[in-house]
T-cell receptor, first 113, second 112 residues
Framework: GQQVMQIPQYQHVQEGEDFTTYCNSSTTLSNIQWYKQRPGGHPVFLIQLVKSGEVKKQKRLTFQFGEAKKNSSLHITATQTTDVGTYFCAGGYRGSTLGRLYFGRGTQLTVWP | DTGVSQDPRHKITKRGQNVTFRCDPISEHNRLYWYRQTLGQGPEFLTYFQNEAQLEKSRLLSDRFSAERPKGSFSTLEIQRTEQGDSAMYLC??????????FGDGTRLSIL
């Protein structure tokens, strides 16, 4: 079925360490989006990946879309306390209603100073 | 760009009562989505509009839930005969086409 799995659920790192969260779908995705939700806030769009094998960078954040378009990852280099929050991947499927996203459960990142 | 606004921010009601939430999307966005989010979970899709047409409704949504977007601008989500399990954060998002979704701050519903 159309479901996006995300691991890990929690990640605790010391400031300066790297962080990675992974998303996986059993069926091919048409696109994947990444969102960040700060504690008490709402999800904020980070990036959208559409092409097989696509890699995009935003400063310390690197986003990848797998060759088979079934998995994706977000990697943060040298975390900072401002990176704290929950990171969600959200996948869209071909054949599903255009624009409908299936959100993963999220990875909650805690950064110790 | 004033962002997506939702009203009210918080709603506390007794079980069995009806509640209605409002969402005002970003003005030029033609798509509007409703999600429900509980603690420790990602947003769960409820329903979606393109302009005034409701294109999809989640199978998880019971008949007690109804949504409208009468003029293709603001939208309302009504829950009838609320139950304990309806307690959650209700999020609205809008987008231009299949572009990035912009979320509002949500309405937190608490059922007594």
């Amino acid at each position: 079925g159309q479901q996006v799995m995300q691991i890990p659920q929690y990640q605790h790192v010391q400031e300066g360490e790297d962080f990675t969260t992974y998303c996986n779908s059993s069926t091919t995705l048409s696109n994947i989006q990444w969102y960040k939700q700060r504690p008490g806030g709402h999800p904020v769009f980070l990036i959208q990946l559409v092409k097989s094998g696509e890699v995009k960078k935003q400063k310390r954040l690197t986003f990848q879309f797998g060759e088979a378009k079934k998995n994706s990852s977000l990697h943060i280099t040298a975390t900072q306390t401002t990176d704290v929050g929950t990171y969600f991947c959200a996948g869209g499927y071909r054949g599903s209603t255009l624009g409908r996203l299936y959100f993963g459960r999220g990875t909650q990142l805690t950064v110790w100073p | 760009d004033t962002g997506v606004s939702q009203d009210p921010r918080h709603k506390i009601t007794k079980r069995g009562q009806n509640v209605t939430f409002r969402c005002d999307p970003i003005s030029e966005h033609n798509r509007l989505y409703w999600y429900r989010q509980t603690l420790g979970q990602g947003p769960e899709f409820l329903t979606y509009f393109q302009n005034e047409a409701q294109l999809e409704k989640s199978r998880l949504l019971s008949d007690r839930f109804s949504a409208e977007r009468p003029k293709g601008s603001f939208s309302t989500l009504e829950i009838q005969r609320t139950e304990q399990g309806d307690s959650a954060m209700y999020l609205c998002a809008s987008s231009l086409g299949s572009g990035p979704q912009h979320f509002g701050d949500g309405t937190r519903l608490s059922i007594l």
